[in-house]
């Protein structure tokens, strides 16, 4: 099986692009924006002011291209290395790094974005996006859901019953998977006997389509077709997304202690960013002065919402446990008065 690819990596064209130039500079811009983000939160981290960060870098065309398939209502429920995705469907940067600093108030998205805060579980997410998907279809709306997760989550026996059950239901979801060739230090090849994991979609009855993680005009391509396909009633679609996260799985981890410098760096010449700017360069529709007002627009956006974030007032115990539900679990409320108990405030 061969990936889909519509930009080579030298940013020169294989087929036509599937969207005209203002969206491709759109999609350029949010990438941009997007590894901004990045880089400030792991700088965050390493100064102390977030817990652990689980970085992006060189995964922004699989979540911004696939993130610009959907539409404004449709429901994402992703993972810890989704920022980029969930912002583009509308999560706020602030209330990602409020989930980072570990105030439960990260977990609510603005009210009418349909994102679910992001899943730390490996694999366990997939069924909620599932269904959801299900419950629209049994309303007879026409929005879908798509859900994000890593190789490693294809071990897990979720993404066995949610694939299953989607398919067997025909539920309106996409399947994303980022393949970015880990899962921590366990290479794909360790994950998986199979050539691919698109071709698992085979088993369960649904197609799978494997496509160049790092070209975002082929993720925005594949996710697009899906993305029709779930909204016409004719179920899910497993999509893998071949790419490379160039950073450590998290702020504690030392990726250099199991992968090489030369495995690396060779997939830095397929970074994304380059690759749809060596695009708008040769088409005349990118230049630096642009491309410094997207990196100083976004650097201000980015410094605000920190700023927003590290302004709110830290929560007192007593509180904790009153942004998980609309209305607090007897477990919680339990666990919450032991901890109050032992704080002597109780
Ligand atoms: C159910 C579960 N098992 C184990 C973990 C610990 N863990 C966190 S991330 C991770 C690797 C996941 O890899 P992958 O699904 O490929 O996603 P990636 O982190 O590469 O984006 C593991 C094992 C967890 N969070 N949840």
């Not at 995964?59 to 404004?72: D, K």
């Not at 380059?274 to 529709?285: P, Q």
């Amino acid at each position: 099986m061969q990936p889909l690819q519509i930009l080579h990596p030298d940013g020169t064209l294989a087929a036509a692009p599937p969207v005209g130039r203002d969206e491709a500079r759109r999609l350029f811009a949010a990438m941009v924006h997007a590894r901004v983000y990045d880089r400030k939160a792991t700088a965050m981290q390493k100064q102390g002011r977030l817990a652990t960060y689980a970085p992006f870098e060189g995964q922004e065309a699989a979540q911004i291209g696939s993130a610009a398939a959907l539409r404004p209502d449709d429901w994402m429920v992703a993972t810890y290395r989704d920022a980029a995705a969930m912002w583009m469907q509308g999560y706020l940067w602030e209330d990602l790094l409020l989930g980072r600093i570990g105030d439960e108030r990260g977990g609510s998205p603005p009210e009418g974005v349909p994102v679910l805060p992001p899943s730390i579980t490996v694999g366990a997410h997939m069924l909620h996006a599932v269904g959801l998907g299900w419950a629209e279809r049994l309303r007879g709306e026409d929005r879908i859901a798509i859900t994000y997760f890593g190789d490693g989550a294809t071990s897990e026996g979720d993404f066995h019953e949610a694939m299953n059950f989607a398919a067997v239901f025909t539920v309106p979801v996409v399947f994303l998977c980022q393949n970015n060739q880990y899962a921590i230090s366990m290479p794909v090849s360790r994950q998986t006997a199979s050539a691919t994991i698109a071709q698992k979609a085979d088993a369960y009855g649904m197609p799978g389509v494997l496509v160049d993680g790092n070209d975002v005009f082929a993720v925005l391509a594949a996710t697009a077709e899906a993305v029709a396909r779930a909204r016409a009633g004719e179920g899910p679609t497993l999509i893998e997304a071949l790419t490379y996260r160039t950073g450590p799985h998290t702020t504690a981890d030392d990726p250099g202690r199991y992968r090489s410098g030369d495995e690396a760096a060779a997939w830095r010449e397929r970074d994304p960013i380059d690759r749809l700017r060596a695009h708008l360069r040769a088409e005349g529709a990118w230049d630096e002065a642009w491309e410094q007002g997207i990196l100083d627009e976004a650097a201000a956006a980015i410094e605000a919402a920190v700023a927003r974030a590290e302004a709110l007032e830290v929560w007192h115990p007593r509180e904790i446990v009153d942004g998980m539900y609309a209305e607090p679990t007897a477990p919680l409320l339990r666990q919450r008065d032991a901890l109050l108990r032992d704080l002597g405030e109780s």
